[in-house]
């Protein structure tokens, strides 16, 4: 009897560990640091996402299939090594190009990126950013 329960508990503590929380949202936002005011922000849920451009947004429903996309893609990496990424190049210093970040929020966590220039993701998170600038091509 006592092996009975010690398995039952074994198996519930199992399947606790090996499911993944659900992404509650994934957003890129693109800003410029210095005086002009230039900004681009996508913001997708699994049902609605907002694209959003100098303060001019619309919103529209999620594509389902690109979000399970997306959601697999961050699958793939460490959440919490997206704040250590290295940016592969640097324009954004000069006023080159603006200042991206990308988020992922679990609800209990959210995980934002290191700051990189804007087209020019690091390459653990590249896949992700090109969905979301798709969507922008997509409904723009």
């Given amino acids: 009897m006592k092996l009975k329960i010690f398995f039952a508990l074994l198996f519930v503590t199992f399947l606790g560990f090996s499911q993944s929380k659900e992404i509650e949202s994934v957003t890129y936002v693109a800003k410029t640091t210095g005086g002009a005011s230039a900004s681009i922000k996508v913001h997708m849920t699994p049902s609605k996402t907002t694209f959003e451009k100098n303060g001019v947004s619309q ?51 959210e995980y934002t990126s290191s700051k990189f220039d804007d087209g020019t993701p690091p390459s653990l998170i590249k896949q992700i950013v090109d969905d979301l600038m798709y969507i922008i091509r997509k409904h723009i």
């Fill in 59 to 109: 919103t529209f429903d999620t594509d389902q299939i690109l979000w399970k996309k997306i959601n697999r893609d961050v699958r793939k990496i460490n959440l919490s090594d997206i704040s250590n990424l290295k940016s592969p190049t640097n324009r954004r210093a000069y006023g080159g190009a603006l200042t991206a970040t990308l988020t992922v929020d679990e609800g209990e966590f």
